[in-house]
Structure formats: structure tokens, C-alpha cells
């Protein structure tokens, strides 16, 4: 059994996975520094200094100025602004991922196409012969 693991581990493509698995979970982090640090503060400057990631809709009974004084209160709360940062993430990665996969396949040779069929059988006695064949050369039968 030890013996099979080791062969399914080996194998090119599980390697290959937990190569792209790596890297993906690297590159969302860079994703969410570029989002919450780089694309968020201006479009929250342009909105009126709106910083998204503490908008939130309070579902207490008490009034919190901030998203992190009604979390320390462990008041319940509908985090609407962290939900729109993920949507931004989640729209850049799914692009970036995008461009690489077109990369990719741009990269890869496509497979020729299959030429077109010179043969057929004959209805009668099942023999391979040439398309245009007016009448099958190991039965004699005439075809259409």
C-alpha cells in the first residue's frame, strides 16, 4: 500500500496540483494586498473617503462607530464592505487566472486534426474500400 501512494505521489500530475495549489495560495495573497491595499483606498477616496472594509450594517440594539468596536463588542453585524473587498479579490483572481490559462493554451501545440476518412466498408461483406467505389472489389456487390 505504502508502495502505491508513493507512485500516485510521484506522478507527474499530483506533483503538478500541489505546485499550482501552492502558488495559488500565494498569489491570493498578493491579490488581496493589491485589493485592500493598493486598488480599495482609491476608489474609497474618489467615494467620499468611504474606507469598504468597515462598512457594516449593525444587527444589535447598541450604535458602534466602528466595525472593529462592534466586533471587540461581540455585537452581531452584516460586514457588507469585507463581502466587497472578497468580490474584488475574487474578480482579479478569476482574471489573472484567466490570462494564464489563455497563455497557456496559446503555449500549447494543438492537436492536428484527423484526416478525413479514404475508406469504407461495404454493406454486404463488411470489406474496407474506397469511398468513390462504384461497385465493392472483393464481392462485386454494385453501391450507390
Not at 21 to 31: E, L, N, T
Not at 54 to 73: M, P, R, V, W
Not at 134 to 140: A, L, P, S
Request: hydrophobic residues 50%; charged residues 15%.
Amino acid at each position: 500500500m505504502l508502495k502505491e501512494f508513493k507512485e500516485f505521489a510521484m506522478r507527474g500530475s499530483v506533483v503538478d496540483l500541489a505546485v499550482g495549489v501552492i502558488i495559488g495560495a500565494a498569489f491570493g495573497k498578493i491579490v488581496s494586498s493589491l485589493v485592500e491595499d493598493v486598488i480599495m483606498p482609491p476608489i474609497g477616496r474618489l467615494l467620499g473617503h468611504v474606507d469598504f472594509s468597515g462598512l457594516f450594517i449593525n444587527l444589535g440594539d447598541k450604535s458602534y462607530e466602528t466595525l472593529s468596536a462592534a466586533k471587540a463588542a461581540g455585537a452581531p453585524t452584516l460586514n457588507y464592505g469585507l463581502f466587497l473587498n472578497t468580490v474584488i479579490n475574487f474578480l482579479i483572481i478569476a482574471f489573472a487566472v484567466f490570462l494564464v490559462v489563455q497563455q497557456v493554451n496559446r503555449w500549447t501545440r494543438k492537436p492536428a486534426a484527423a484526416a478525413a476518412p479514404t475508406t469504407r466498408d461495404c454493406p454486404q461483406c463488411a470489406m474496407p474500400i474506397p469511398i468513390v467505389a462504384k461497385r465493392c472489389g472483393h464481392c462485386t456487390t454494385q453501391l450507390a
